[in-house]
């Protein structure tokens, strides 16, 4: 039996180990033995176990505790306690997942042990290094010997980085299926969050970029304050926003009728909310691409995408991070100016399917 080491630190990563698991648990479970580590780098971000339960993820077998320092620490923090899980475990494969500080300080540690990497959504570039997720995409991709991509741009960008031709693999978008899979569940379910009436906006913003600067944060939040005077914007805040808000002593000029904070939502509650808003309104890798899977139209406050797909053929749109040029989509958003959008190749909710049948075979 084959022992796959699975890494899920910040909270996206869980939407896409959860169908990953699931597939080893329904169809691969006699020949390989999935392990869940959690690195801990997300805590009070809504982790609780109505978390987990949402996902359907059963409690991870390893926790690691690391909590949240500065980079250097928090993944020497991380690489040090995942080092003593693969000295106890010796997994044949080590798979993480996106490009959090977790992703790319396990691969380190599972590659100097000689342990195979495999990599979930390898390949994409913003080509912006001021992102720590940028460094992080690139030296993950470096270390991985699986490298399992969501997107056409992410086989171009390995192929252009030298990469061997039989490592890549374009298997589609692991977070569609964790989309798809919860969507069919949502009617079953209790709603623990009402939702609006009438039409509004849903808004997340975390990006560093974005949130740390308070005349950027605080030009973004006017600009959505603009925008709340003819569609309310329902704001859940990510506690590194929520943090810098308080810092700033801004928080209570943008907590209205306009704008309406929200506390971090469960899976499910944050997907009632966006799937049916008029527009939504992000600097979030996971939620351009599943706006673009549901055809909702999106803006996002950023100035680059690692995810070019969703703008060639989705629903979303590169507003930049200026007051002037998110008002100024807006204004064309009104006149009906907006993208019809179509579903990439493989977002089909059968990556997970893809991913683990390569692995063992
Ligand atoms: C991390 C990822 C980012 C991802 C995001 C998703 C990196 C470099 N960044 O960003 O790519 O999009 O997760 O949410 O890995 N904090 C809490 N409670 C928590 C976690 C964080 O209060 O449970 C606060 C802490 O003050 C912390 C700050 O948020 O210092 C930043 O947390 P961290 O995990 O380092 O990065 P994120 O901004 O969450």
Redesign the pocket.
Known sequence: MEKLILVAG???NFMKIAPLLREIDHHWKDQLRGILVHTG?????E?SQAFFDDLEITPPSYSLGVG?ES?AV?TARIMMAFEEVCFKERPDIVMVVG???STVACALVAKKLQIGVAHVEAGLRSRDLSM??EI?RMVTDVLSDWLFVSEESGVFNLRAEGKVESSIYYVGNIMIDTLFHQLSRLNNSNDNFKRPEGPYAVMTL?R?NNVDDKGKLQEILEAIQEIGQELPVYFPV???TR?RMEEFSIIEKFNNPKILLLPPLSYKDFLRLWKDAHLVLTD??GLQEETTALGVPCFTIRENTERPITIEKGTNILVGTTGTGILSAYEDFKKGISKKGRIPKYWDGKTSQRIISTLAS
């Open positions: 910040a909270r996206p780098q997300h805590y009070d971000y982790m949240s980079h928090q490009d959090v500080n720590p997720e992080n975390h560093p990510h506690p590194r943090q979030s890798g």
